[in-house]
C-alpha cells in the first residue's frame, strides 16, 4: 500500500487532481501504517539478527531517546505535523 501510494500513476495524477491527492493519502495512512504495525517488522528482525545483532538491537529500543518518540502523545503529534 505504501508503494502503491508513492509509486504508482496515483502519485502522478495527484499533483493535478486533489481527489487523486487524498486517496493516496488515505492509502498510505489509512491502510499502509496499520499494515506495517501488523507486520511486527521488529520481531522480524530479531528473529534475521544474531544474538550479538539482538543485544544491540534491544538496547536501541529500549533508550529514552526511543521510549519518548514512541510515546503515544509525542508520535501523535508527529503524525499530524
Request: no cysteine.
Amino acid at each position: 500500500m505504501l508503494a502503491v501510494g508513492t509509486l504508482s500513476p496515483i502519485e502522478h495524477y495527484g499533483n493535478d487532481l486533489l481527489w487523486i491527492d487524498f486517496i493516496g493519502f488515505l492509502l498510505i495512512t489509512m491502510i499502509g501504517a496499520p499494515l506495517v504495525v501488523l507486520g511486527s517488522p521488529l520481531t522480524l528482525a530479531f528473529r534475521a539478527a544474531t544474538p550479538a545483532g539482538a543485544k544491540r538491537l534491544r538496547a536501541f529500543y529500549r533508550s529514552s531517546p526511543m521510549r519518548w518518540l514512541t510515546f503515544p502523545i509525542t508520535s501523535g503529534l508527529l503524525f499530524a505535523s
